[in-house]
């Protein structure tokens, strides 16, 4: 079994900043992809950003040069660097991987959320 377990999430104003942190424990092999999602109350969940083992990076248009997805393979950990925070942003974020395990069985993993809560 694989764990992701979140943090960094909390209450900011707009305009403010917040690091979110993933790290990632249990039967892993290797992890494909790590990635953030959002959703907010009555939304459906979104792609916020992805990074691939290689660093190949993608972010949804609405967040494009504010958010920097990063990930230290050693570590098996994804950051989410939040920048220029709106009101928007105010969502539940959760973390993503598609890990191989020790039989090379890959499988999607979430994290449990983490709230994010921008003043206006």
């Known amino acids: 079994q694989v764990q992701l377990v979140e943090s960094g999430g909390g209450l900011v104003q707009a305009g403010g900043s917040l690091r979110l942190s993933c790290a990632a424990s249990g039967s892993i092999f290797s992890i494909a992809t790590m990635g953030w999602y959002r959703q907010a109350p009555g939304k459906q969940r979104e792609l916020v950003a992805g990074?691939?083992?290689?660093?190949?990076?993608n972010y949804a248009g609405s967040v494009k040069g504010r958010f920097t997805i990063s990930r230290d393979n050693s570590k098996n950990t994804v950051y989410l660097q939040m920048n220029s925070l709106k009101p928007e942003d105010a969502a539940v974020y959760y973390c993503?991987?598609?890990?191989?395990?020790?039989?090379?069985?890959?499988?999607?993993?979430w994290g449990q959320g983490t709230q994010v809560t921008v003043s206006s």
């Open positions: 993503n991987a598609y890990v191989s395990d020790y039989y090379r069985v890959g499988r999607n993993y």
């Open positions: 990074v691939t083992f290689g660093g190949n990076t």
